[in-house]
């Protein structure tokens, strides 16, 4: 599904954001959509022509060169994280101590092609404590697939502009649009 109009996308994207199980502090669907600004601009920084925004089946994805890299959907992210930066800490990060990140362990679990092993992450009131070791891991992910395999020219012609308006005028943000996106 590809959405250009901002009205179209703020419906799919409150129902992406609308959590099954509703035990959540009151900003967070604002927090998912911060964190997955901030990784469209990290993408961008890797090269306009590297990454789209897709609408799948009640997800919205950001996909970096061939991977998926995260995905909003029923009230949480799912985030691709760099494995080598993971195992090379000397102690178990922060986020893995809380009920804020969950592994995946069945679906996408990890991708050999770019290093990573991925999970599910749903803030609560420890997002400010939580976000940079996240973040750190998740943008040497975004690194690796901007400098892996090429987008497809599909993907690119799925790309969803309205997502991206969406985002721009509801957090306030200069989110980017990717190079192809006339």
């Given at each position: 599904?590809?959405?250009?109009?901002e009205?179209?996308?703020?419906?799919?994207?409150?129902?992406?954001l609308e959590?099954?199980?509703a035990?959540?502090?009151?900003?967070?669907g604002?927090i998912?959509?911060?964190?997955?600004a901030?990784?469209?601009?990290?993408a961008?920084?890797?090269?306009?022509?590297?990454?789209?925004v897709t609408c799948d089946?009640g997800?919205?994805?950001?996909?970096?060169?061939?991977?998926?890299?995260?995905?909003?959907e029923?009230g949480?992210i799912?985030?691709a994280?760099d494995?080598?930066?993971?195992e090379?800490?000397r102690?178990?990060?922060?986020?893995?101590t809380?009920e804020?990140w969950?592994?995946?362990?069945?679906?996408?679990?990890?991708?050999?092609?770019?290093?990573?092993?991925?999970?599910y992450?749903n803030?609560?009131?420890?997002?400010?404590e939580?976000?940079?070791?996240?973040r750190?891991?998740?943008?040497?992910?975004?690194?690796r697939?901007a400098?892996?395999?090429?987008?497809?020219?599909?993907?690119t012609q799925?790309?969803?502009?309205?997502?991206?308006?969406?985002?721009?005028?509801?957090l306030?943000?200069q989110v980017?649009?990717?190079?192809?996106?006339?």
């Amino acid at each position: 599904m590809k959405i250009s109009d901002e009205t179209e996308a703020r419906k799919y994207v409150t129902s992406v954001l609308e959590e099954p199980d509703a035990e959540h502090i009151p900003d967070v669907g604002h927090i998912l959509l911060r964190v997955f600004a901030d990784a469209i601009s990290e993408a961008n920084v890797h090269g306009r022509e590297k990454w789209a925004v897709t609408c799948d089946a009640g997800k919205v994805r950001l996909q970096v060169g061939h991977v998926i890299i995260c995905t909003l959907e029923g009230g949480r992210i799912w985030m691709a994280l760099d494995k080598e930066l993971l195992e090379s800490g000397r102690k178990r990060p922060r986020f893995e101590t809380t009920e804020d990140w969950h592994w995946d362990d069945s679906v996408y679990p990890d991708y050999s092609s770019i290093g990573s092993r991925n999970g599910y992450y749903n803030p609560s009131g420890q997002h400010e404590e939580i976000w940079p070791g996240l973040r750190r891991l998740h943008f040497e992910s975004i690194y690796r697939a901007a400098n892996g395999q090429r987008i497809r020219w599909s993907t690119t012609q799925r790309h969803s502009s309205g997502i991206l308006k969406y985002l721009r005028n509801t957090l306030g943000w200069q989110v980017p649009d990717p190079l192809y996106a006339g």
